[in-house]
């Protein structure tokens, strides 16, 4: 992979994405066996908001290669709450770390301050924008349980806002991939995104019921519908209603249907789900460790035969 | 009216940049993108909705003691893609030339998104990639086709 920085998923082309895959499978066989990879390397995570599982698998694939992180905590305990830029925090981060894992709640932040660092940055979610490293390991996800060509994918909920689903969809057109997009039209693909899909000659289609394309799909997608979205109270419940899943839902879908969620899920799959071997969603949270020491092993060079 | 006539209703210029062809309503939004408010002194003269035989109705600007370079006129492209350039000198044309789209447009337009970080008091300018319809902002990706000149920064 020839990149400074992983900012949006349009960066990756399909022999990037099968590098990273195939590194992610080697680490995944035995994680604890590679802390000679970057002996000392330090990563700075940037998180201005909250996050869960990207920033402590980022940590703990940091570990795992030898390496260690520098946190720079809650944005209300650090120099952001006086003012400072999101420029002038890259630079001074800049000097304390190999690389930088950033996450902003604007859009394009991550470009952005890639443009004042030469440390490998990554995006690791830019408000409604991007956020690659997790498409990487839905894809690593993907490839596990129905592989990435000849795919039939249902991506469904916050199509507009949702920024896994803006890199998944830019990703996916790498490959040999039927895309389905289910949501309200309120919250369809932003135009940016069609673009972008219609630039590279994308197999797209969408809709506003699942049922119509269910039983085809090899994979579904699902990501949340947030509450902050809608105007009322009543308007969101009678939306996101229609976009929850159940076992019942799946009785119409294939045996072999992966069922995936970057999560946090709030109820939009029903827990009943998560015994039934559709569930994936565990499992993909879980891929993110090896996915992300691959990801840091290749943007971290020196460390092998990574670049 | 003939075009002819238009031209005299607007005063001759010795030396300097003639743009024609200007969509009708959009010569105030020229001087605007080329950062012309009258402060550096320079004779500026406009025709506004003058008949035009081949676009019904158009703008002029003239602008005395000045030309302007091409990667200056490009950036009109955005609203005035069939502009055309003359740059006089001693009262005749001197040079004439076409309008190309630019690549990129730096500074001159604010991204609509309010969430974009251009928009969050950070010390970058906008830059913006010019599509074959409408701009796209380098930094949320936010692609702007329609009213463009309410998007002006200047």
């Given at each position: ?23 992610a ?15 000392g ?15 402590m ?21 650090s ?5 400072e ?6 630079r001074v ?37 991007h956020?690659?490293?997790?498409t ?44 389905h997009?289910?949501s309200?039209e309120s ?53 996101a ?11 119409a ?41 691959a ?13 | 009216?003939?075009?002819k ?20 309503g ?21 025709g506004?909705?003058?008949?035009s ?29 069939d ?14 030339t ?8 730096t500074?001159?337009?604010s ?6 970080i ?18 796209r902002?380098?930094?949320c990706?936010?692609i ?11």
């Amino acid at each position: 992979m020839r990149h400074d920085h992983l900012l949006t998923a349009k960066q990756l082309s399909r022999a990037d994405i099968e590098a990273v895959l195939a590194r992610a499978g080697e680490f995944a066989d035995d994680p604890a066996a590679h802390a000679d990879r970057h002996p000392g390397a330090l990563l700075a995570l940037c998180f201005f908001e909250p996050s869960t599982r990207t920033k402590m698998s980022f940590e703990t694939a940091a570990k795992r290669l030898g390496g260690d992180v520098i946190d720079m905590g809650a944005v209300e305990d650090s120099s952001v709450k006086k003012g400072e830029s999101l420029a002038d925090t890259a630079r001074v981060v800049e000097g304390y770390a190999d690389g930088i894992i950033l996450r902003h709640p604007s859009q394009g932040a991550a470009r952005m301050a890639s443009e004042f660092v030469d440390v490998p940055l990554v995006n690791a979610g830019d408000g409604a924008g991007h956020h690659p490293s997790q498409t990487l390991l839905d894809l690593y996800t993907i490839d596990e349980n129905a592989g990435l060509d000849d795919l039939t994918i249902g991506i469904m909920g916050d199509l507009k806002y949702g920024r896994t689903v803006h890199s998944l969809a830019h990703a996916l057109t790498n490959f040999d991939v039927r895309q389905h997009f289910i949501s309200p039209e309120s919250l369809r693909l932003p135009r940016s995104v069609r673009y972008d899909l219609h630039e590279a000659g994308a197999n797209v289609r969408e809709h506003d019921d699942l049922a119509a394309v269910l039983p085809e799909l090899d994979v579904l997608y699902v990501t949340r519908i947030q509450r902050e979205r809608f105007p009322d109270e009543e308007e969101y419940e009678k939306v996101a209603g229609q976009y929850r899943i159940d076992a019942e839902t799946l009785e119409a879908a294939s045996d072999d249907l992966a069922v995936m969620h970057p999560l946090p899920r709030i109820d939009e799959i029903d827990p009943e789900i998560d015994d039934l071997p559709n569930a994936t969603y565990f499992e993909q949270a879980h891929n993110g460790v090896p996915v992300r020491m691959a990801l840091l092993d290749l943007l971290l060079g020196d460390g092998g035969d990574g670049e | 009216m003939t075009e002819k006539d238009t031209e005299l209703r607007i005063s001759k210029i010795r030396d300097g940049t003639v743009i024609d062809h200007v969509p009708a309503g959009e010569a105030l939004h020229v001087l605007a993108i080329l950062g012309i408010d009258g402060s550096g002194g320079e004779g500026v003269s406009l025709g506004m909705n003058v008949p035009s035989e081949t676009m019904g109705h158009k703008d002029i600007v003239k602008v005395e003691g000045r030309e302007m370079s091409q990667a200056e006129l490009d950036v009109l492209s955005l609203i005035a893609p069939d502009a055309t350039v003359n740059i006089v000198r001693e009262y005749a044309v001197a040079e004439k030339t076409e309008i190309e789209p630019p690549e990129q447009v730096t500074g001159l337009l604010s991204c609509p998104n309010r969430h974009c970080i251009t928009n969050a008091g950070e010390p970058v300018e906008t830059r913006f990639d010019v599509l074959g319809e409408g701009v796209r902002c380098a930094y949320c990706e936010t692609i702007v086709r329609e009213e463009i000149t309410d998007h002006l920064a200047v």
